[in-house]
């Protein structure tokens, strides 16, 4: 028997920029702006589609809430979902929350305040722990290796989008 091939869904996988537009410059040296592509490409799995669309609305999403909103049983909900995933959903969450806080401090100039709020983190101060417990930096540090000092110029983004 074969075995059944089996591919496990990314925070990439479904993640959905805060952008709006980008300023881009093409080997011909044309310069324009593009719009961020927010469609949320299918995964296979309703499931995960689910959370992709629930997350790209908020991204602060209560576990407890979404497993509910599913309709399983807690303890299935969990075996399937680290099946589609290899991590827990709080995990999942987090690393998602992780990637959305990154492109709020390479993109933009909102205070550490703030992207905390938008991120789902308690505060500035538990945002930095996170960074500096996952990405070995500070969300200061993150913020100078990865923004440029033309930001303004490259990126448009909402700032209503959570």
């Not at 992709?52 to 809430?65: F, I, M, P, V």
């Not at 913020?143 to 303004?152: A, E, K, L, S, V």
Request: overall charge positive; aromatic content about 12%; charged content about 25%.
């Amino acid at each position: 028997m074969k075995a059944i091939q089996f591919k496990q869904t990314t925070v990439k996988d479904i993640y959905v920029s805060i952008l709006t537009k980008r300023f881009v410059t093409y080997d011909n040296g044309w310069m324009r702006w593009e719009p961020v592509e927010k469609k949320i490409e299918p995964t296979g799995s309703e499931l995960m589609d689910c959370l992709a669309q629930a997350l790209a609305k908020d991204c602060r999403l209560e576990t407890s809430h979404f497993i509910a909103s599913t309709g399983l049983n807690p303890n299935d909900f969990r075996v399937l979902f680290r099946l589609h995933t290899g991590l827990s959903l709080k995990e999942f969450i987090k690393e998602y929350q992780q990637m959305r806080a990154c492109e709020w401090l390479a993109c933009t100039d909102l205070s550490y305040t703030e992207i905390a709020k938008r991120c789902g983190f308690a505060s500035a101060s538990s945002l930095s722990h996170y960074f500096r417990k996952s990405l070995r930096c500070t969300p200061t540090e993150y913020r100078h290796q990865h923004r440029p000092t033309n930001f303004r110029e490259l990126y448009e983004w909402t700032i209503d989008n959570g």
